[in-house]
């Protein structure tokens, strides 16, 4: 199974932007590069996908590397109520997840 | 979004009895659903994949005989720890998804089972 490796922690300050990475040196050709959230005693809530190019939607940016053996997600404005856990899952042929230990961000006010 | 639904959203239960957990595709059908667990302050673990109408996989390490999984419907599969113990008490996600090649999978908000 492909993995992935995320800081434990991080910080940010409020309405500022926050960059959070992940390496994935093992990704095969055809594994997409999913980013999804977690908050506390909740599911996880999908933020954005990517295979090679960079990708931006309403709620972050990915920008993945040349090789694809990182990737960082972009939250241009941090706001307390994206504080969570972030999940960065490489996506096989088998649309299974495999979750790695995940990075909690903290926005302080 | 697409919305997945989890009954019970939690559930305490002795040692020794069986307990079902729903996990419904409200607004699609879901011709794919995984199970997870995740117990506190820990990352979620895959448990299985389950495809309407077949046998669900199973990761290993994961006892099929104690984690009974049916996706008898495009919109409903079903897990049931049989005879739980105290260390089956955990947070319990399911995920489904509209087909092997959609991109997203859409999360349940999870049932917290406890085993007394």
């Known amino acids: 199974d492909a993995k992935t490796t995320q800081p434990n922690s991080m910080e940010s300050n409020e309405e500022e932007p926050v960059h959070l990475p992940c390496n994935h040196s093992t990704i095969s050709g055809t594994d997409y590069i999913h980013w999804y959230r977690q908050l506390p005693s909740q599911g996880p809530e999908y933020v954005i996908h990517?295979?090679?190019s960079n990708v931006n939607n309403r709620m972050a940016s990915l920008a993945i590397a040349e090789d694809r053996k990182s990737s960082t997600l972009i939250l241009h404005r941090a706001t307390l109520r994206d504080a969570a856990v972030y999940y960065c899952i490489l996506r096989d042929t088998g649309n299974q997840f495999y979750f790695g230990t995940g990075t909690s961000l903290t926005v302080i006010p | 979004g697409a919305v997945v639904s989890q009954h019970p959203s939690r559930v305490i239960c002795k040692s020794g009895t069986s307990v079902k957990i729903e996990c419904r595709s409200l607004?699609?059908?879901?011709?794919?659903m995984f199970w997870y667990r995740q117990f506190p302050k820990k990352s979620l673990m895959l448990m299985a994949t389950s495809n309407e109408g077949s046998k669900a996989t199973y990761e290993q390490g994961v006892e099929k005989d104690k984690f009974l999984i049916n996706h008898a419907s495009l919109t409903l599969s079903t897990l049931t720890v049989t005879s739980a113990h105290p260390e089956d008490s955990s947070f319990y996600i399911c995920?489904?998804?509209?087909?092997?090649?959609?991109?997203?999978?859409?999360f349940g908000p999870g049932t917290r089972l406890t085993v007394l």
């Open positions: 607004d699609f059908q879901a011709t794919t």
């Open positions: 995920s489904a998804t509209p087909g092997l090649t959609y991109n997203e999978q859409f």
């Open positions: 990517g295979l090679t």
